[in-house]
């Protein structure tokens, strides 16, 4: 097994982020994949305590709380820097970022595209009541991203930051759904954005079949 190891499911957005942060680092890692019925029992309780995915381990450390990953990934592995050094910059980094985490998962990923793909995939049926309350959220969720990119290449500036690697998984399976089409249509910058980002090789590497 490899020094570094992420333990998950490849289809977890945030398990993605954390695989967009090693690859853009250039890291030889092992993705170690379990049952989703497994995630609240052990040995996973053991590496994280609220039966949440991903965690991590790098010769022996332990870690999880996919920010604490991505920024222990850019500050131990040599490659390209994913902060920005501008205070600004990073500042905004840091804003996307908790975006995500507050409002992007539940209102996006959780109240839509998981209601529109993965539901469905498990034979569920979709809750059209959380889907309808969730569609006005996500519309001030991804016009407030559209809004902090602004003209910048990527979230953070110029450059590809932590910012990106935590937005893209959950813009990717938006885009998929009826739903989030009709959201991002407006958005030409986000749109654009994505197009951009589509072409690196670890969104190509990290890619889940799925849709």
């Not at 920005?84 to 595209?113: H, K």
């Amino acid at each position: 097994m490899a020094e570094t190891v992420l333990y998950g499911l490849h289809a977890s957005p945030y398990v993605r982020s954390a695989r967009l942060g090693l690859e853009e680092k250039g890291v030889t890692y092992d993705l170690v994949e379990f049952p989703i019925s497994e995630i609240k029992q052990e040995p996973h309780l053991s590496r994280q305590p609220f039966g949440r995915i991903p965690a991590f381990e790098h010769k022996g450390f332990p870690l999880y709380e996919t920010q604490a990953i991505l920024r222990y990934v850019d500050a131990v592995f040599w490659g390209p820097p994913l902060q920005p050094s501008d205070p600004r910059l990073a500042a905004r980094m840091n804003q996307i970022m908790g975006i995500v985490d507050a409002y992007m998962f539940m209102d996006v990923s959780f109240g839509i595209s998981y209601q529109r793909l993965v539901a469905p995939r498990h034979g569920k049926t979709a809750d059209e009541a959380r889907v309808k309350e969730s569609l006005p959220k996500a519309r001030i969720c991804i016009e407030a991203l559209d809004q902090l990119k602004g003209d910048n290449a990527f979230m953070a500036g110029d450059a590809v930051s932590l910012a990106d690697l935590m937005v893209a998984p959950h813009y990717y399976y938006l885009s998929l759904t009826p739903e989030g089409r009709d959201i991002l249509g407006p958005h030409q910058r986000l749109r654009d954005w994505w197009q951009a980002m589509a072409t690196r090789e670890s969104i190509k590497k990290t890619e889940p079949k799925f849709g």
